[in-house]
């Protein structure tokens, strides 16, 4: 089957099977900083475990055994196809095709060794000059279809072109792994090393599901699909859960396509910050002032990324504010960016701020989008 007609299977499912809930957003409203960071980290995670630079893609994407067979596959294969009401025979013979990919065991596993988190080294990957020219071009050449897209979501053209920058520099790195053997992986040889072993299998098993629910109602070949090696597919880098519920046919051609269509892409990317409640005019941030010995750190920073006080908690608890924060609607989390050796970086996070790290659960890459989407604006709007 050629890409073009899978995808239009992939789109077909999207309107026909897997409707979002009336509030999709009601997972993330638990009550606690706790619930609320937990509730998207399956995502955010997966987010973070992408396709390694191009120089080895070719090499670890290529490189499995047979995924195999046994009790448990076969039971897990027939509880799916009744739930999904899936033909059993076809999920079997999907699952027999997938190889399990020890590479992407590794790859999803902390290293051994963790390296001290740098805010500088990390934005240098992204603000950097190749990565914002190519995101003035993509302006340039989509300037109409993201600006319906901010009049339609009301999410700002900058920050779509933020993300879809960081996630895959335009289109250039969506990953050569096939998905089907990313996903099978994970979901049936998950890495019992991991801190979290269960919780991650239990989230790659339901992408599975729904990865062999999107091409299997539509004739998509499983096979053909290639993305990052947690399962992340097209120029956005949606799992097929964010596929099924976010994902829109925005260039009209009754298709969903986030591979070849920018438009959908672009839309895609509207559409899922709008689920996850974007307040349009509210800045992402605010400069934040501390005084050592005198800021109530551990308070401070015990909800992490979660926005949790409000501009007077905020200011009692020795976190300084000026200007327009002072008159911040809204509740606030101190954001800590950690430098490697030399002292933190600080602001003041907004619920826009948090709602960027419901697409990967991290302050550096909401910190990372935010600034390229500045960058590329600044250029875009210097040229005539």
């Known amino acids: 089957m050629g890409m073009a007609l899978m995808l239009w299977a992939l789109t ?6 897997a409707q979002p809930p009336k509030d999709p957003t009601s997972r993330h409203k638990a009550d606690t900083a706790k619930s609320k960071k937990t509730s ?3 995502h955010s995670q997966a987010r973070r475990e992408k396709a390694p630079t191009s120089r080895h893609l070719h090499k ?3 490189t499995g055994i047979p995924l195999g067979s046994s009790e448990h ?7 799916v196809a009744t739930r ?13 095709q997938a190889q399990r990919l020890p590479s992407v065991e590794k790859l999803v596993l902390p290293p051994s060794s963790p390296v001290a988190k740098n805010w500088a080294a990390y934005r240098g990957r992204f603000i950097e000059p190749i990565r914002i020219q190519a995101g003035v071009r993509f302006w340039q050449t989509h300037r109409t279809v993201l600006e319906r897209a901010e009049r339609e979501y009301g999410v700002p053209a900058s920050l779509i072109v933020g993300i879809i920058g960081v996630e895959t520099l335009y289109g250039q790195n969506t990953g050569n792994f096939r998905i089907l053997d990313a996903l099978a992986t ?5 890495p019992d090393a991991h801190p979290r072993a269960a919780e991650r299998q239990a989230f790659f098993r339901s992408e599975l599901e729904q990865f062999l629910l999107l091409t ?3 004739g998509a070949d499983p096979v053909a699909i290639r993305g990052s090696y947690a399962g992340a597919m097209g120029l956005p880098q949606f799992m097929p859960s964010s596929w099924a519920r976010h994902a829109v046919d925005f260039d009209g051609d009754g298709r969903v396509d986030l591979f070849n269509s920018p438009s959908d892409a672009i839309g895609s990317v509207a559409s899922y910050f709008k689920a996850f409640q974007w307040r349009p005019g509210m800045p992402t941030h605010y400069a934040v002032s501390l005084t050592p010995g005198l800021s109530d750190m551990d308070s401070l920073l015990a909800p992490d990324i979660l926005p ?10 020795g976190a300084a504010l000026e200007g327009t924060a002072l008159q911040h609607n809204g509740p606030l989390a101190l954001i800590e960016l950690r430098n490697g050796t030399e002292p933190p970086s600080y602001v003041a996070g907004t619920e826009n701020f948090y709602a960027i790290t419901r697409y990967n659960w991290s302050s550096y890459y909401a910190m990372a989008v935010i600034e390229l989407a500045d960058a590329v604006a600044r250029e875009v709007q210097s040229k005539p």
């Open 84 to 96: 999904l009401q899936l033909d059993p025979v076809w999920v079997k013979n999907t699952l027999a």
């Open 60 to 62: 670890t994407a290529t």
């Open 40 to 42: 998207t980290a399956q």
């Open 73 to 79: 596959t076969q039971a897990w294969t027939q509880d």
């Open 12 to 17: 077909a499912i999207t309107a026909a099977s």
């Open 308 to 317: 949790t006080f409000s501009v007077n908690s905020f200011m009692a608890k």
């Open 216 to 218: 299997s109602r539509s």
């Open 186 to 190: 994970l979901a049936f040889h998950f």
